[in-house]
């Protein structure tokens, strides 16, 4: 039997604190009570590299609705602003508005095939650093190490009798954690409304009644995932790890343990020889900094996000011990098994896979790049009257009503000029303009006109005929148009 075939499996979906083996005889229950499981405080470049990711993170997130944005007059001043009273969505030069949903629409793809092309070099990395649940999970439990200690410690806080320490240490975690959470709903609010506005509105008790709903909705959701049912959020609740094998293969680094250099594992002391024997000194040092509670020794594992630190942890016990670092890993599957083999390793980033997911998201981000640079501050369209199709005035004429909507995306008042493209004959007349064909649109809005085109008797030439509808500003030049038909009857 080689050396892989040694490696014990969990059962799926079992996370243990301390990776004890399953039993043979495992009874399977409906609903599995969750064992506490206490990660240990490590040290190295990837806890690091999280804790500034946090730190950014989180900071941008309780920041960022009170940067302000100059947009001029009667628009919001807040740079990142979902306004649903006045249907806009605002991202510091960007202003979105509900015809043009197709730019979220785009940001959502691009997103999705970024995680792809992430997930397909770097395996759950989006888990292990950038995910909401793991970045708060992170934060909460900083909290709780704060008040109760690291692992042992808070091992045995937890198995102490009912004390006044235990009580005081237990409620000022919570009480913290309450903070925290609702501190996130709070924020949360903040990118809806403008933020100042909110924050005093919402301590005098004016606020909407939906501010304090999704306020409360909020903080028991981030109490609750990120408190208290953790590692379960990521194992039983979330979809992406039954999912992201679709999206990677054997060539993606991925934490794993180096079979190769580990086998057969077993204590060690100081003095004994390494000869016979692998790195491994079985100190499950990689099984205490965990905070999914896995050994990452018995392979892949649907509980793993990636998080690296069972890294920290290994790298810290081998420099202690003398060995190597990188018993654990960022490794492919496949040179796990070339490791095996004697055979040496190889990496491949430009695979099928990821030239597929990298060239897809390049073409998706310059089609909404060149939107974006073509975007115009002006939109135009008509709807024909459908009931009359058409009117037959006393002289024989034939008359078509249209709605002609013109949208002003500008921050200030412009004059637009009408015209009609078509039949030469068409005689244009604006419903209550007094200035005839020019057309006054307000600031970031949208104006319905109401406009009616006449042909005389010899001038109609079929039933039915194409018309092009045009504004234009004279100040900049930006043009607009849209089609659509003159309805004459029969004739």
């Not at 997103?111 to 650093?129: I, M």
């Not at 490791?339 to 491949?348: A, S, V």
């Not at 009931?387 to 078509?400: A, H, I, K, Q, W």
């Amino acid at each position: 039997m080689n050396l892989i075939d040694r490696r014990p499996q969990m059962a799926p979906g079992i996370a243990r604190s301390d990776a004890e083996a399953v039993n043979d005889k495992d009874t399977r229950e409906l609903y599995q009570k969750r064992e506490p499981i206490y990660p240990k405080l490590v040290k190295g470049p990837f806890r690091r590299f999280k804790w500034i990711f946090m730190a950014l993170a989180l900071g941008l997130y309780y920041v960022l609705p009170f940067v302000r944005w100059d947009r001029g007059p009667n628009a919001p001043d807040q740079a990142v602003l979902v306004d649903f009273a006045n249907a806009r969505f605002y991202f510091f030069f960007i202003e979105i508005w509900p015809q043009e949903v197709y730019y979220i629409t785009g940001l959502l793809i691009l997103a999705a095939l970024l995680l792809f092309l992430a997930t397909a070099l770097f395996g759950r990395v989006w888990c292990g650093y950038a995910c909401p649940q793991t970045v708060w999970t992170d934060l909460f439990i900083a909290v709780e190490r704060f008040f109760e200690g690291d692992r042992n410690k808070r091992m045995k806080l937890d198995k102490a009798p009912r004390s006044f320490d235990k009580a005081r240490k237990k409620i000022s975690k919570h009480a913290v954690w309450l903070v925290i959470a609702a501190a996130t709903g709070g924020a949360w609010i903040l990118y809806f409304y403008d933020a100042f506005d909110l924050v005093e509105n919402f301590l005098t008790g004016e606020a909407a009644l939906t501010s304090y709903v999704f306020f409360v909705l909020l903080t028991f959701t981030t109490y609750t995932l990120a408190g208290t049912m953790r590692e379960q959020v990521c194992t039983y609740m979330c979809p992406w790890p039954r999912i992201q094998a679709a999206m990677t293969d054997r060539e993606a680094l991925n934490v794993a343990y180096r079979v190769d250099r580990g086998e057969p594992r077993g204590a060690h002391k100081a003095g004994d020889s390494w000869e016979g024997r692998g790195d491994c000194i079985d100190c499950k040092a990689c099984v205490a900094a965990c905070p999914m509670g896995i050994d990452i020794r018995n392979g892949p594992q649907l509980e793993c996000i990636g998080c690296a630190l069972c890294i920290d942890a290994c790298n810290d016990i081998m420099d202690k011990v003398g060995r190597p670092r990188g018993l654990i890993a960022y490794e492919t599957d496949d040179n796990i098994d070339r490791r095996l083999k004697g055979e040496t390793p190889r990496y491949r980033f430009i695979r099928v896979r990821t030239l597929y997911y990298g060239i897809t998201a390049l073409i998706v981000a310059g089609i909404m790049l060149a939107g974006l640079l073509n975007r115009t501050e002006l939109e135009l369209n008509a709807d024909r009257d459908r009931n009359p199709n058409y009117v037959m005035l006393s002289d024989g004429s034939v008359r078509n009503g249209y709605t002609v909507k013109v949208l002003n995306k500008a921050g200030t008042e412009r004059d637009f000029v009408l015209s009609v493209e078509g039949n030469p004959a068409f005689d244009v007349r604006v419903l209550g303009e007094e200035t005839g064909e020019t057309l006054t649109v307000d600031a970031d809005e949208t104006r319905d006109f109401r406009v009616f085109l006449t042909l005389p008797p010899g001038a109609i030439d079929s039933a039915s005929e194409p018309v092009t509808f045009v504004v234009e500003d004279p100040a900049s030049g930006e043009r607009a148009e849209t089609q659509t038909v003159f309805q004459a009857g029969g004739r």
